[in-house]
């Protein structure tokens, strides 16, 4: 690339390089403590109405599918190594092998997003869909008894909401990722200057950081 | 950054992390199918939280940040389990004080 | 003569006060439409989100003529209920929303913290522009929900009424605040990141000015807060649109559980609105004072503090909901604590008068008025913390006027005060000085007489968002009130004139018009594209007024010594 061409990179209101990665990388950080507090928000609905409800929340992740999670949960672990070998493939400007992990990165991406197809259609099969047609039968056996219906309603208003706004990011995530690969390929990454692999990186990672909570708290619970 | 990680974290690292994120996802699953109390809560959220710490630490390079950043972590934490403290302490208290007339009933 | 700001293709062969190697100043550097809506610069961008906010705070006003016109008369012979729930609906969302909480941050705050830290933009000037388009989709979402058939459910939303039975248009002004939040998420990131990477060389933390570690302060705010109230807007829309009932008690939901999402957003979202108008106190405490501000430090500590501990006190709002009373009494001694750091730079800023070189410009006179009316809506505000108190006086226009003493009487009056003194920097023109202090004045006045009254009626029981009041005795006071909106609404649509007609009419603007101390006065008003055409050293503190007089001095000795000579 031409020392034009790079120095270009170094956009005119910083002072350095140095400067110009900090202040994109500390960017993203904040946005993420932003992404924190907005998980956490339904994460704190989430919590107080188990702590009320231990019983239904228990009868009610036992319908989720523990099989298509915990495949999800290793997809989305496998997608966070991806992403790591894209920076490490960008900090050494080597081009073929940035855009074959960004592409994996993507792949495992899409994997999560159709497995989670799969699961939200077996829980229209089963009317286990928040609305007019919803029913819940309490398919455990033992002490616990009747468990109140309208209870377990409540974990799939929660499950679809977090679940749904995961995967939204996902989505998001797999559209930057596209963006990436496609810059990739016309050649805009150098060792001199790869910001945007990190910093997407981050954003990836913490998609994945999500879905490590949610797997335990959703699909976990009352297995025994 | 990225250039710091270079120096510090090596391939043979990264796949160790992976491999524990692995391991320890297979560990809650085994868990959650045996009845240990309470404990399974507890295990389920901590194991959560060992490998929350390890991707931010090892695959988003935290261990190899800015202090700033460090304590970026810390702070929205804290403000997470603020909220999460204060709203049960209304929830768990309702009815205490016995002040304010009958208090609802929400839930079990 | 050289082309007003804003203004599209024009002849550029008149240019013969233009020195052809001096760089032109950032309005005259490019015109036309593409050159504003394409602009990175902070300073197109701070005038953009002026125009924007300006426009909002008309339309908020429109509808507190409506409400106040209304009140004139016992019964309800104006509007009909539901059209008089949208009305303070709609006053309430397009206020706080599109006025209150980005526009000191997003207009002053744009212009004036890259400047004074020596750096020549924000951090990601490009994420700036795009905050101003996200902002503006968000409200034009907010203005068509008003259009198509109106939001009447509050600005607080509370479910079950905003998830269940309102038949207004919630999703749609949801989505619209969403929006706007994130445009207010990205201005906070920015600010943030600016100020943590892109200070001049020798720009310490300690020397930098009060309003921009307001803004700093503010952003953490912005970036803790708003998303939790962005993610419980969501869960309403989610309940409206796909059932997923998550605040309804039928399916074990609890509507209080929204009440304690939305205050912890909401409640410092106040400080996001206070903060930044502080920050323009102390700028305009030192310069009009001529003096540097009184114990900077605690200033600076005690903004920090009011961000921290404003996450602490959400539950006062909460007082009568069905909380536990054990809760509401811990959040009762909570909010007394946040009363502390507010008093802390109230008695600095007197300290910083003690002494000082005061003269009475426009935006001094706005910086008084602040001081009187944060007294009064700050000690007001104490007393509803009190849960005794509150309890008698909740949804009570007691409340109404103690927040519009904070949100007018120190936030309008900060953003009034900062406009006037920044003015000629920003435009390079000065306004004419008595219309000006005229309207300082009606301000003050007409604000008084709106809102005093209605503390006097919120304690004798009068209660908030009812269009009508069965109480004959109250109608005086309610006329008072609606005469001193009346008196407001002058004051304020005074200086839309003058400051307009200065744009075209009034005199250049000096570097220095006011003889303040800070980096924004040593560059040209306005100032060029880049800010500064040398990289700043910084080598003093903030408000060297001293320094300053010293020079003064110096120069006045030296000059007397020359001339015995």
């Known amino acids: 690339m031409s020392e034009a061409v790079q120095n270009s990179r170094l956009a005119h209101w910083y002072r350095s390089w140095e400067e110009q990665t900090e202040s994109v990388t500390l960017a993203m950080w904040f946005f993420l403590v932003t992404e924190v507090m907005f998980f956490g928000g339904i994460f704190t609905a989430y919590l107080i109405y188990r702590a009320q409800n231990p019983e239904a929340f228990a009868a009610a992740s036992h319908h989720l599918d523990i099989v298509m999670g915990g495949v999800n949960t290793a997809v989305l672990i496998g997608s966070s190594l991806t992403v790591v070998m894209s920076v490490w493939a960008a900090e050494r400007g080597k081009q073929k092998a940035l855009a074959t992990w960004l592409f994996l990165t993507m792949l495992l991406g899409l994997t999560f997003l159709v497995i989670k197809y799969f699961e939200y259609s077996a829980k229209f099969e089963h009317n286990l869909v928040p609305g007019a047609s919803f029913e819940f039968h309490d398919t455990r056996a033992g002490e616990h008894g009747y468990v109140d219906p309208s209870r377990a309603r409540m974990f799939f208003h929660l499950y679809f909401?977090?679940?749904?706004?995961?995967?939204?990011?996902?989505?998001?995530?797999?559209?930057?990722?596209?963006?990436?690969?496609?810059?990739?390929?016309?050649?805009?990454?150098?060792?001199?200057?790869?910001?945007?692999?990190?910093?997407?990186?981050?954003?990836?990672?913490?998609?994945?950081?999500?879905?490590?909570?949610?797997?335990?708290l959703l699909y976990l619970i009352g297995r025994h | 950054m990225s250039t710091e990680s270079e120096h510090h974290i090596g391939l043979p690292q990264y796949f160790s992390v992976f491999g524990a994120l692995m391991a320890l996802t297979g560990l809650t699953i085994w868990i959650a199918f045996q009845d240990f109390g309470w404990l399974n809560n507890v295990f389920a959220v901590g194991i959560a939280v060992i490998k929350a710490t390890l991707v931010i630490l090892w695959f988003m390079h935290l261990r190899y940040s800015s202090q700033l950043t460090k304590s970026l972590l810390l702070v929205s934490l804290f403000f997470f389990l603020l909220l999460v403290a204060f709203v049960f302490a209304d929830t768990l208290t309702r009815g205490m004080l016995e002040i304010t007339g009958r208090p609802p009933v929400i839930g079990g | 003569m050289n082309p007003g700001p804003g203004q599209k293709e024009q002849d550029m062969s008149s240019t013969a006060e233009h020195q052809t190697d001096a760089p032109p100043d950032y309005l005259n550097d490019g015109y036309g439409l593409r050159s504003w809506l394409l602009t990175t610069d902070h300073k197109r961008i701070a005038m953009l989100y002026l125009m924007s906010v300006t426009i909002f705070f008309m339309m908020g006003s429109f509808f507190a003529a409506l409400i106040r016109a209304?009140?004139?008369?016992?019964?309800?012979?104006?509007?009909?209920?539901?059209?008089?729930?949208?009305?303070?609906?709609?006053?309430?969302?397009?206020?706080?929303?599109?006025?209150?909480?980005?526009?000191?941050?997003?207009?002053f705050g744009n212009f004036f913290v890259p400047i004074m830290i020596g750096a020549k933009d924000l951090a990601m000037p490009r994420l700036n522009l795009a905050s101003w388009y996200v902002f503006n989709v968000g409200a034009v979402l907010i203005l068509y929900s008003i259009f198509a058939g109106g939001l009447d459910t509050g600005w607080t939303f509370y479910v079950p009424y905003s998830s269940s039975y309102s038949a207004t248009n919630v999703v749609t002004a949801a989505v619209g605040i969403f929006i706007a939040g994130f445009a207010s998420i990205m201005t906070g990131l920015n600010l943030m990141v600016t100020i943590h990477r892109m200070r001049a060389p020798g720009m310490t933390w300690f020397r930098l000015p009060l309003f921009v570690w307001a803004n700093y302060a503010t952003s953490i705010i912005i970036l803790l807060g708003t998303p939790v109230v962005a993610i419980t807007i969501l869960m309403v829309g989610a309940e409206r649109m796909f059932q997923l009932g998550i605040f309804d008690p039928a399916y074990g939901g609890d509507p209080i559980l929204f009440q304690h999402l939305f205050w912890f957003y909401s409640h410092p979202a106040v400080y996001i609105m206070v903060l930044p108008a502080m920050g323009i106190q102390s700028e305009l405490m030192a310069a009009f004072a001529r003096k540097r501000i009184f114990g900077y430090r605690y200033v600076v500590y005690s903004s920090l503090g009011i961000a921290v501990l404003g996450f602490l006190v959400w539950g006062h709002h909460m007082y009568t909901s069905g909380q536990s009373a054990y809760a509401a009494a811990v959040f009762s001694i909570l909010t007394m604590l946040v009363a502390v750091p507010s008093a802390v730079k109230t008695f600095n800023w007197t300290a910083t008068l003690?002494?000082?070189?005061?003269?009475?410009?426009?935006?001094?006179?706005?910086?008084?008025?602040?001081?009187?009316?944060?007294?009064?809506?700050?000690?007001?505000?104490?007393?509803?913390?009190?849960?005794?108190?509150?309890?008698?006086?909740?949804?009570?226009?007691?409340?109404?006027?103690?927040?519009?003493?904070?949100?007018?009487?120190?936030?309008?009056?900060?953003?009034?005060?900062?406009?006037?003194?920044?003015?000629?920097?920003?435009?390079?023109?000065?306004?004419?000085?008595?219309?000006?202090?005229?309207?300082?004045?009606?301000?003050?006045?007409?604000?008084?007489?709106?809102?005093?009254?209605?503390?006097?009626?919120?304690?004798?029981?009068?209660?908030?968002?009812?269009?009508?009041?069965?109480?004959?005795?109250?109608?005086?006071?309610?006329?008072?009130?609606?005469?001193?909106?009346?008196?407001?609404?002058?004051?304020?649509?005074?200086?839309?004139?003058?400051?307009?007609?200065?744009?075209f009419r009034g005199k250049r603007a000096p570097a220095n018009p006011w003889g303040a101390v800070g980096l924004e006065w040593d560059i040209p008003s306005p100032p060029t594209k880049h800010n500064f055409e040398e990289d700043v050293v910084v080598t003093h503190e903030a408000y060297d007024y001293d320094a300053r007089r010293d020079a003064i001095a110096a120069a006045a000795a030296a000059k007397q010594e020359a001339d015995l000579v």
């Open chain 3, 70 to 107: 209304e009140l004139v008369t016992p019964e309800g012979d104006l509007v009909t209920p539901d059209m008089y729930n949208r009305l303070f609906t709609m006053h309430g969302v397009i206020m706080v929303f599109l006025f209150l909480i980005p526009t000191i941050p997003a207009v």
């Open chain 3, 354 to 503: 003690y002494r000082g070189s005061i003269s009475f410009q426009t935006p001094m006179l706005y910086a008084l008025a602040f001081m009187g009316l944060f007294l009064v809506g700050g000690l007001t505000g104490v007393m509803l913390g009190t849960l005794g108190i509150d309890v008698h006086v909740h949804d009570t226009y007691f409340v109404v006027a103690h927040f519009h003493y904070v949100m007018v009487g120190v936030t309008v009056s900060a953003f009034m005060g900062g406009l006037h003194y920044w003015w000629p920097k920003m435009t390079g023109r000065l306004y004419p000085s008595f219309p000006s202090k005229i309207s300082a004045i009606l301000v003050f006045l007409g604000f008084n007489l709106t809102f005093f009254p209605q503390f006097l009626l919120g304690f004798m029981g009068m209660p908030r968002r009812y269009h009508a009041y069965p109480v004959e005795d109250w109608q005086v006071l309610n006329v008072l009130s609606s005469a001193g909106a009346t008196v407001l609404g002058v004051g304020f649509l005074l200086p839309a004139v003058y400051l307009t007609w200065s744009l």
């Open chain 1, 161 to 216: 909401f977090m679940t749904g706004l995961h995967a939204l990011h996902m989505i998001i995530g797999l559209g930057i990722y596209g963006v990436l690969l496609f810059n990739t390929l016309k050649g805009k990454y150098s060792v001199r200057w790869h910001d945007p692999i990190p910093v997407a990186g981050l954003y990836w990672h913490f998609v994945d950081l999500v879905w490590i909570f949610l797997f335990p």
